[in-house]
């Protein structure tokens, strides 16, 4: 799937990658007439060879947290569990936004949207509805919504804090997606959800991508269908400028030499989630990568 799949040895060499010029340098005000800087989002994994699967289709996917009536592993008809998976992502993210509402957390809430019955179709997923879906995701709930971001430093922070916890003996990676590529096929949305009542998600440069036929392609081939699925089925035989799918690894022992030098362009999990609670563990963070005084 991959048109570029490089290896980088050291988290220096990386980090001087992103700052030299490169594909992702803007040429002219084309590349940056856009929302998205010279047509790229960027995404961290703190394992190489994940799939891009989103966490509600990730086993386990821990709806049970969200939801009184999770999704019947045991349903031998394939539409029947793809009605109840799809009611217990639904029903998860109206629980989070009643939750908030109760106390008084402003959200984009709106109770019509989640009246009627809820079945198998992917059209129950309807734009109305993916803001509300965006900021549930953002706060932990598992849906079907897949994060990005515009910056591939901050994708960078997330796959190197992420990978601290994985083995030495692996490789975590940045997936560079282009939007026009994505803009080609029908069955991914781009979904921007609004900054200005979410911190985290302005400080993150945040976005997310969403599969439009996840259910039809789950009651045709039995399984949750990936990024990777959906480009390498739907993607046209078509000349772009720019690579359309690009992804860098390093050695997870590098992960905190790149916090390292992420934090000298002020990103830092204080600078992406900022919070007073994050504020108060700052200067742990900072002991953390560089030892004791």
Known sequence: MYDVDESFETAREFFNFL???????????????????????????????????????????????????????????RNDYVCSHTHAEIRSVYLFLEAADHVG?????????????????????????????????????????????????????FAANSALSQDDDSHFSIICMSTHLLKDLSSI????????????????????????????????NGKWPSLEDIINGERPNKFYMRH?????????????S????????DISELTIMPSLENAAKHFKYKKDLW???
Do not use: C, M
């Open 189 to 220: 949305s781009v979904i921007s959800a609004p900054k200005v009542n979410n911190r985290f998600l302005g400080a993150q440069r945040g976005l997310f991508t969403i599969i439009n036929s996840a259910n039809s392609f789950f009651n045709t």
């Open 105 to 157: 957390l402003k959200t984009p809430i709106d109770y019509s949207l989640f009246k009627g019955q809820v079945d198998g179709s992917d059209d129950i997923f309807k734009p109305t509805l993916l803001p509300s879906i965006a900021l549930a995701q953002h706060h932990g709930v598992s849906t079907r919504l897949l994060d990005w971001t515009e910056s591939p430093f901050i994708a960078a922070y």
């Open 258 to 265: 790149l916090l390292k030098l992420l934090y000298k362009l």
């Open 291 to 293: 030892g004791k005084v």
């Open 244 to 256: 359309g799918v690009i992804r860098f690894s390093l050695p997870v022992s590098e992960a905190k």
């Open 19 to 77: 700052l030299e010029d490169n594909i992702f340098e803007p040429k002219s005000v084309f590349d940056v007439s856009e929302k998205v800087t010279n047509s790229y989002i960027f995404r961290g994994q703190a394992q190489k060879d994940w799939d891009l699967l989103p966490t509600a289709h990730r086993e386990p996917n821990k709806l049970e947290n969200y939801t009184p009536q999770p999704p019947h592993k045991g349903e031998k008809e």
